[in-house]
């Protein structure tokens, strides 16, 4: 955490008093804060780890289907099969529009556990198609529906975590990206040995996948809380320790409201355009993961060795994600300076990927388990995007935003990846993004070093402005819904 999260924060090595928080007629000791902590990874956690695990799984079978026999089987050429992966981040971007209003007047996780069980549905629909329109149009509107799980799930982490809770948070969920990349290549793997099937293997691995997400989403629908005073596993003594840990970091937690200046405010913060541009930069590089399968078939190998020696990527992908979030904890305080560490490994991976010859053939494969390593970053810039945003609309904008740049890369990277079996152009282009990427995280760290030391400098003449004046409803949370902005007292982490 940085040393803007430490001011004015609660201190974590004794019993909290009520002086700490305006208001509070109790404090609460570190130990029942641990337990409430404890209790909220045992339930919250998990299920956003699942749904984020079976969102990726959908998203990387199109990677598993194509060697399987979709290509063939729909006589897919190789421009339409760049835009059944495309076509998704369109649905995906065209739902951020109506799902920026609908998660911040609906209650949030109800919203999001009915669109998981709609994209359930729809990615079992997958399995239907015979040509190349009737697919895109079902993969179209899976994008749709997936709309809403990631960018509610950086407001879901913000409302049931402090900010230095927030990195490895978030990092247990993104490596689902990893978890589910070995899965579903070993899941396709077995489905693809077994020669009794009456339909095509990529047809019951859509089929598997939407059934899985169903019955996700009605568990999520059921059973997962909207905020801390919905929390059916705590108890009344426990959710009020929840809101005064939470008022700690000026959290008030989720709130069904639309506010109009604090659209203007996002549209004018230059922090929250940059978030926007990690995530395009970020994702112009995801066709590896979807193209990388298709390269080491044309090495030579089976559809099955194919499936075995993509599934790794998987685990290195992890393995790097839990390299930088190690670091985040041993140096709390530059998560942007580890963000610039962790985009070398795949920036040189994609250089390897241009360079080696089909003759290098364990060469190439290592290469693009490496160069498939986007999501360690993506981690710490969600993290950031998490901890540096207060206002429940500017939250729910902020977050759009980054995935609204999300989809537009993924949208236009895949068509610079249609010329077979080396993809040279979208292997350039990654090339050039990862540069790109590393100038603005750079820039955002300058941002944030600039905001806050402008904020100390008007604070240090008084001394008690530093006190905690949070004004608390019934619920014990904060009445006011003040942005990162308005609240003078908030600090930027970077």
Not at 164 to 184: C, D, F, P, S, Y
Not at 230 to 242: C, D, G, S
Not at 309 to 332: D, K, R
Request: hydrophobic share 45%.
């Amino acid at each position: 955490m940085d040393s803007s999260e430490d001011k004015g924060s609660v201190t974590d090595d004794g019993p909290r008093s009520s002086g700490d928080v305006v208001g509070v007629s109790e404090g609460y000791t570190a130990e029942e804060e641990k337990a409430v902590l404890r209790k909220i990874d045992m339930v919250i956690l998990p299920f956003m780890c699942f749904v984020f695990f079976l969102q990726y799984l959908d998203k990387q079978s199109l990677s598993y289907a194509g060697v399987f026999g979709l290509i063939s089987d729909l006589n897919l050429t190789n421009s339409q099969y760049s835009w059944s992966s495309s076509i998704f981040y369109v649905g995906q971007l065209v739902s951020e529009y109506p799902f920026i209003y609908l998660m911040s007047r609906l209650p949030l996780t109800k919203f999001v556990g009915a669109t998981v069980i709609i994209w359930g549905i729809i990615c079992m629909c997958l399995a239907a198609p015979n040509n190349f329109a009737g697919f895109a149009t079902v993969r179209f509107l899976l994008g749709f529906s997936e709309g809403a799980v990631s960018p509610a799930f950086v407001t879901i982490t913000g409302i049931w975590y402090r900010k230095k809770e927030h990195t490895v948070r978030t990092a247990l969920w993104i490596t689902m990206n990893g978890l589910a990349q070995v899965i579903g290549c070993l899941l396709m793997y077995g489905i693809g040995k077994n020669n009794s099937l009456s339909i095509a293997p990529w047809r019951v691995l859509f089929i598997i996948c939407g059934a899985l997400t169903v019955v996700a989403g009605i568990g999520f629908f059921l059973l997962m809380p909207s905020g801390p005073k919905n929390a059916w596993f705590l108890t009344p003594r426990e959710k009020e320790v929840l809101s005064l840990r939470m008022a700690a970091d000026r959290e008030g937690g989720d709130k069904t409201s639309f506010s109009i200046p604090q659209l203007k405010e996002t549209v004018l913060d230059s922090k929250a355009w940059m978030v926007f541009c990690f995530g395009v930069l970020s994702t112009m590089q995801s066709p590896v993961l979807t193209f990388a399968s298709l390269v080491i078939e044309s090495i030579g190998y089976s559809k099955l060795d194919t499936m075995l020696y993509t599934a790794p990527s998987g685990a290195v992908q992890v393995g790097l994600l839990w390299i930088g979030t190690a670091l985040v904890c041993c140096f709390p305080r530059q998560r942007t300076l580890i963000a610039l560490a962790l985009i070398i490994p795949p920036f040189i991976g994609t250089i390897f990927l241009m360079k080696l010859d089909a003759a290098a053939e364990w060469g190439l494969i290592v290469a693009s388990w490496v160069a498939s390593c986007i999501t360690a970053c993506m981690s710490i810039f969600l993290s950031l995007s998490a901890s540096n945003v207060k206002g429940n609309t500017k939250r729910a904008v902020v977050n759009t935003m980054f995935f609204i740049g999300y989809c537009a890369g993924c949208i236009g990277s895949p068509q610079l990846w249609t010329h077979r079996p080396r993809y040279t152009e979208g292997v350039i282009t990654s090339i050039v993004t990862w540069c790109l990427l590393f100038v603005a995280v750079i820039v955002y760290r300058l941002l944030c070093v600039f905001d806050n030391e402008r904020r100390d400098s008007q604070m240090s003449s008084n001394n008690e402005s530093m006190r905690w004046d949070v004004e608390l409803d019934e619920n014990g949370l904060p009445r006011n819904d003040l942005t990162d902005k308005d609240d003078k007292k908030f600090q930027y982490a970077y």
